[in-house]
């Protein structure tokens, strides 16, 4: 059998090399024959150095990883192919740069910040030396506790050893499922409030941990049901009652920018035409592009965690909301006591944190459907 490949040969790496040289460089020579490859090669190795600088990042809970470093690439890069999947509300939270990043997260049990209240006012004088008032703020502390979002897997050593004799590669599925189940759990708490596997409000130190739902302070607008939920919505009682609730924000002194986070139900009401009366008269836009004409209404986020009857107005500033981070989604493995299998956690530090000010001023409001 001959073994030798040529350039006919289809499954020859030379199959397209002179016409790749011709396409990149506009010339045929041994040089411009090459470039295509140092290119590739250069590719692996800049996919090879984010990896690295990935696990880096772990810091020292990497260091001891026992599984061979193509391997470990492997369940890392199924990790970042999953990446922000599953989260809606909680990646816009993100995506608006309401992120307190943690430093050593795993030595922060509680993060601790101070509501004060508004004492005193400005005064208007001729002279810059007259006397001000002496103010005394008063502190309100308030405490989020650190929690861990995790899930895990297991991997046999034979299936291991059989991956590296065999030369096949890993099935990181449950690496994929994993990181979503975790990235659901982040959405989770921060629409619903976290909660402990029972169903019950995760409390820690006698400190609660807070989500959209279940915001202290927060103002709440009742709903009409037929017009939030029927096929045939026209948008016109919609549109009063998301007024409404910004209507009380601004009551609240918060004046935007809003964010409207509705389920999918809802979400495909939005989509309906947008009519002038309950007549059949269209104006030639949607509920949802009519709601995002009021100019303090930036967003409408459609999220599959929000339960059917609900659809909360939220101010997206870091005073309102953020995401407290010390560590993203990432994959911690171990070895058992008798060395045949590797342990796999897939661990996230991302904690909502919902606020209020010293005199219960809320940027929050959660319509109810009636």
């Not at 999953?82 to 816009?92: H, I, M, S, Y």
């Not at 030595?107 to 005193?120: A, F, H, M, P, Y």
């Not at 009401?269 to 995002?292: F, M, Q, W």
């Amino acid at each position: 059998m001959d073994m030798r490949f040529t350039a006919l040969s289809k499954q020859s790496p030379l199959t397209d090399i002179v016409g790749r040289a011709i396409a990149e460089t506009g010339g045929w020579s041994i040089g411009a024959m090459r470039a295509p490859g140092f290119r590739l090669l250069e590719r692996a190795m800049e996919e090879e150095r984010a990896f690295r600088a990935f696990q880096a990042a772990q810091g020292g809970l990497r260091t001891l990883a026992p599984l061979q470093d193509k391997a470990q690439v492997l369940i890392d890069k199924a990790v970042v192919e999953v990446g922000l999947q599953r989260l809606t509300f909680a990646k816009a939270v993100l995506a608006k740069g309401l992120v307190y990043n943690l430093t050593d997260p795993l030595s922060v049990t509680q993060l601790e910040w101070s509501s004060r209240n508004r004492t005193g006012a400005a005064q208007r004088t001729m002279s810059p030396s007259a006397r001000t008032e002496n103010k005394m703020p008063i502190v309100l502390t308030n405490r989020l506790p650190i929690y861990l979002t995790i899930d895990g897997f297991e991997l046999d050593i034979r299936t291991l050893k059989m991956s590296e004799r065999v030369g096949t590669p890993l099935d990181t599925t449950l690496v994929g499922s994993c990181t979503r189940s975790v990235n659901e759990a982040i959405e989770d708490a921060t629409i619903n409030g976290p909660t402990t596997l029972d169903g019950q409000p995760l409390v820690n130190a006698g400190y609660s941990c807070y989500g959209l739902l279940n915001a202290p302070n927060a103002n709440t607008q009742a709903l009409t049901q037929a017009a939030w939920t029927l096929a045939t919505s026209v948008g016109g009682t919609i549109f009063a009652e998301v007024q409404a609730m910004i209507t009380k924000e601004q009551v609240d002194l918060k004046f935007g920018p809003y964010t409207l986070v509705v389920g999918t139900a809802i979400g495909n009401v939005l989509d309906n035409d947008y009519t002038v009366t309950g007549t059949p008269v269209v104006t030639g836009r949607t509920i949802r592009e009519r709601l995002l004409q009021i100019p303090s209404l930036t967003d409408i986020i459609v999220a599959d965690m929000m339960p059917a009857g609900k659809a909360v107005l939220v101010q997206m500033t870091s005073d309102v909301i953020d995401m407290v981070v010390g560590q993203p989604p990432t994959v911690i493995p171990w070895t058992s006591l008798d060395g045949f299998t590797i342990h796999n956690i897939v661990m996230a530090i991302m904690i909502p944190r919902v606020r209020s000010d010293y005199d219960g001023n809320s940027g929050i409001c959660i319509g109810t459907l009636a």
